[in-house]
């Protein structure tokens, strides 16, 4: 499932690049050199990582860093961008071919930064609503001093509607540690109790009592698909703009596995995403949207935004083109499959998992029935070679710090070449894992949250065992570092 690339290429490539960067300081050519080693070396289970092509990786490291872009393509505030141009123009035709967008601005540098700019977008397009105008404020890029003090009063009354973090939602989403949460007041739709799905009915009796001016589809921690055709008829009825922001799913929309009332990009007004998660490009943002938000989305830089990152936009052209393979589509599908055999592997062997399955590329365990936390468990599976994070489950007692929940994903290893066997086999390991952590007890003899032991022999068992899958899948093949 890997990218192919010219692995003889691609050595003499890294090795020339390490011995140029060792001249200037091997501190960082050695981490560089340990990266590799420690990717290769481990059960990438984050729901959220992948690993980019060296085609992608190795059109990072060059001049188009050097270069100044400020502005949008053909409109910069600097001169000699023509090459900036380029790139960028090549990754919007990737983008907006790819996903079937009118639209698509590509120089996030990340999905928080993606979601500020749908943000300014949404507020700067809608910003002649009567409740606006009222306020005396003229279109967004013509604003006085004494309009921004009004405007910031008319911020206050603007409202977003997102999924609650504990039911799998994202910071940015409109909580308070995020700058969203301090642009609009929010309010959140949770999952069912009993079976943890959203409840579209639910969305809609919030959305008519709450009014959003955005409401936000879109998660990093649901795993189940979610039906953007309703959830466009609710923001429709209520007046709200529709955002999607598709980070984590967005490679099951490029490989056409999340299609019609799935596919996020016909019924969104904006849609905002990362690059480097289950897409599988470059570390970065990327906002897809109807036409009308166009132009209030090319003002993202600088309005938000600093300077564009050339060479991540030229980045992410590349691994754009290559999802645009038919390939591409094959890995989407296989990523969705292996994530079933992933949770159907777990479940036989008696752990709960948040909504009792998947539907998309991730699975949430709740460990709360070993005697665990999350916290525990994760650094459990590390101590073993399985690399994950603890994240909140529905109503989580523990919180957000040291959480009941496991989250893990299958883009990462599905792009080294693991199949059904082999994702049920990781179900196992982590069994064997899970099943020998004992909490320690703190001074006041409760037990504790974050530490434990891990039962003898345990994780190097597991650790063995997963070697012989990752050699038998290795990272990068034909890939040697001197
Ligand atoms: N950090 C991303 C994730 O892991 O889901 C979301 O911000």
Request: overall charge negative.
């Amino acid at each position: 499932m890997t990218q192919p690339f010219d692995a003889a290429a691609a050595s003499a490539a890294y090795n020339n690049a390490l011995q140029v960067i060792a001249a200037v300081e091997p501190t960082v050519a050695g981490a560089i050199k340990a990266e590799l080693a420690d990717q290769r070396s481990s059960l990438k289970l984050i729901a959220s990582e992948n690993y980019a092509s060296p085609a992608t990786l190795l059109t990072m490291g060059n001049w188009l860093s050097d270069k100044y872009a400020e502005g949008t393509i053909g409109h910069r505030f600097y001169a000699g961008c023509q090459n900036i141009d380029t790139v960028e123009q090549t990754a919007a035709k990737h983008a907006t071919a790819l996903f079937n967008a009118p639209h698509a601005y590509v120089q996030p540098h990340s999905g928080i930064d993606a979601n500020l700019v749908a943000f300014w977008a949404i507020l700067a397009q809608r910003i002649e609503s009567p409740a606006l105008a009222e306020a005396g404020v003229k279109h967004v890029n013509d604003l006085t001093e004494e309009d921004w003090s009004k405007l910031r009063r008319a911020f206050g009354d603007q409202k977003m509607l997102g999924m609650s973090l504990d039911a799998g939602g994202h910071l940015t989403h409109g909580f308070r540690p995020n700058i969203s949460g301090k642009m609009f007041n929010q309010s959140s739709y949770g999952t069912d109790p009993e079976t943890g799905l959203l409840d579209y009915d639910d969305v809609a009796r919030k959305a008519r009592e709450f009014k959003p001016l955005i409401l936000i589809a879109g998660y990093s921690a649901y795993p189940r698909k979610v039906n953007f055709a309703k959830m466009r008829e609710i923001a429709d009825e209520v007046g709200a703009t529709l955002m999607v922001d598709m980070a984590h799913f967005a490679g099951l929309v490029a490989g056409k596995v999340f299609t019609d009332d799935f596919d996020p990009i016909p019924h969104a007004h904006v849609t905002t995403t990362t690059t480097h998660k289950s897409l599988r490009g470059p570390r970065g943002g990327m906002v897809l949207c109807q036409p009308e938000y166009a132009d209030a989305v090319d003002r993202g830089c600088p309005m938000v935004l600093g300077g564009p990152l050339g060479q991540t936009m030229a980045a992410k052209a590349v691994a754009l083109a290559e999802a645009r393979q038919p390939s591409f589509q094959e890995y989407a599908q296989a990523v969705a499959d292996n994530a079933v055999v992933l949770a159907e592997g777990l479940m036989k062997r008696g752990v709960k998992l948040v909504t009792d399955g998947t539907e998309n590329h991730l699975v949430l365990l709740d460990v709360s029935s070993y005697g665990i936390t999350g916290r525990q468990a994760e650094s459990a599976l590390l101590d073993a070679g399985i690399v994950t994070n603890r994240n909140a489950v529905p109503r989580d007692p523990n919180g957000a710090w040291y959480t009941s929940g496991v989250r893990i994903g299958t883009p990462a290893l599905t792009t080294r070449g693991f199949g059904a066997d082999e994702f049920d086999r990781v179900a196992e390991l982590m069994v064997d894992v899970l099943s020998s952590i004992t909490p320690t007890t703190t001074s006041a003899g409760a037990p504790s949250k974050a530490k434990y032991v891990l039962a003898d022999g345990v994780a190097d068992k597991v650790r063995a065992a997963s070697a012989e899958m990752l050699d038998k899948h290795p990272l990068y093949p034909g890939l040697e570092l001197n």
